[in-house]
T-cell receptor, first 112, second 116 residues
Framework: QKEVEQNSGPLSVPEGAIASLNCTYS??????FFWYRQYSGKSPELIMF????GDKEDGRFTAQLNKASQYVSLLIRDSQPSDSATYLC????????????FGKGTHLIIQP | SAVISQKPSRDICQRGTSLTIQCQVD?????MFWYRQQPGQSLTLIAT?????????ESGFVIDKFPISRPNLTFSTLTVSNMSPEDSSIYLC?????????????FGPGTRLTVL
């Protein structure tokens, strides 16, 4: 059974600092990895995806993937109060026909 | 990314009744999915809505309880049948598009269902 694990938090980070969010997954066949941001009462919003080992940067966000360790992370630089949300890690086994397996999410709080 | 709408946005229903949720996309997409998010929980995949054939259900979800239609490449419905309070959840549809060499999913705004 595919599992995705995240620390539920809350993770409290001062404004302007780097927020680091972590995720591990159980299925070694997983091919694509996603980070979604979900504000309270809203639907998930895709912010990053990664499928190759290493780092991928997009603005203030960096996704990191280590397939050998089955580990995905998301770094948010220069954290802003508007980054306060629940961050969901999701995994796809690939092939274009599979839904996503989600972690339970990490609640991030950016303190002004 | 595609623009996705869902109707209704929320509803309060009585136990034993059924509710049909609609998902509309502004462009043709091959893959559509239905998820459930129970209160305080993460998302769980219910089924893949296949155009022209029966939906593919995940373990723990059955067609009699969650019948799904997918008449074309821009529309799908999910029915929650014979509802009980345990069905109170947010129901979300998603569509899959190709972006940067990867199949990525985007979510509709969700339908918040409360069963009394």
């Amino acid at each position: 059974q595919k599992e995705v694990e995240q620390n539920s938090g809350p993770l409290s980070v001062p404004e302007g600092a780097i927020a680091s969010l972590n995720c591990t997954y159980s299925d070694r066949g997983s091919q694509s990895f996603f980070w979604y941001r979900q504000y309270s009462g809203k639907s998930p919003e895709l912010i990053m995806f990664i499928y190759s080992n290493g780092d991928k940067e997009d603005g203030r966000f960096t996704a990191q993937l280590n397939k050998a360790s089955q580990y995905v992370s998301l770094l948010i630089r220069d954290s802003q109060p508007s980054d306060s949300a629940t961050y969901l890690c999701a995994v796809n086994s690939g092939g274009g026909a599979d839904g996503l397996t989600f972690g339970k999410g990490t609640h991030l709080i950016i303190q002004p | 990314s595609a623009v996705i709408s869902q109707k209704p946005s929320r509803d309060i229903c009585q136990r034993g009744t059924s509710l049909t949720i609609q998902c509309q996309v502004d462009s043709q997409v091959t893959m559509m999915f239905w998820y459930r998010q129970q209160p305080g929980q993460s998302l769980t995949l219910i089924a893949t809505a296949n155009q022209g054939s029966e939906a593919t259900y995940e373990s723990g979800f059955v067609i009699d309880k969650f019948p799904i239609s997918r008449p074309n490449l821009t529309f799908s419905t999910l029915t929650v049948s014979n509802m009980s309070p345990e069905d109170s959840s947010i129901y979300l549809c998603s569509v899959e598009t190709r972006r940067g060499g990867t199949d990525t999913q985007y979510f509709g705004p969700g339908t918040r269902l409360t069963v009394l």
